[in-house]
């Protein structure tokens, strides 16, 4: 029985995105407060704005992952950037002692952006006055 829930509209692979992106926000909150416990004096400065970015990202991170479980037009943007971004990071690990964290960076980056570009997602995402207007009785 079909609904008209906004739930009922979102498709799951966008909800699957969202949850990998509200992950990865996580990571970055916990890893920017892990660094604010192991600062040094002889480098607070670096320390401090390497703290400021990963809690203030994560947050972000958290406000996309947010908007594209609601799926809103302007969560697709960020969402494919900050993944694109996540990509190359991970080319970055790539090789010695860091493989791993490569191919799951690359791995989650990959799930997200083929969330975000299934056709029922970009459908979801499109960019749609009428979408958010009330029905005409």
């Known amino acids: 029985m079909p609904t008209d829930s906004p739930a009922a509209v979102i498709p799951r692979a966008l909800k ?3 949850a990998v992106v509200a992950a990865e926000g996580l990571v970055l ?18 320390g401090l704005t390497t703290t400021a970015f990963f809690i203030l990202y994560g947050v972000g991170l958290g406000a996309v992952a947010r908007g594209l ?11 494919v950037f900050s993944q694109l971004i996540q990509l190359l990071i991970a080319y970055s690990f790539w090789g010695g002692g860091t493989k791993a964290v490569a191919i799951v960076l690359a791995l989650a980056a990959a799930g997200v952006l083929v969330g975000v570009f299934r056709k029922e997602s970009t459908e979801a995402l499109a960019d749609n006055p009428q979408k958010d ?3 005409v009785l």
């Open 29 to 46: 909150v916990v890893l920017g407060i892990a660094e604010a416990f192991t600062m040094q004096s002889s480098r607070l400065v670096l």
């Open 133 to 135: 207007e009330p029905p």
């Open 69 to 79: 479980s609601r799926a809103s037009t302007w969560s697709r943007g960020p969402a």
């Open 16 to 18: 699957l995105a969202a």
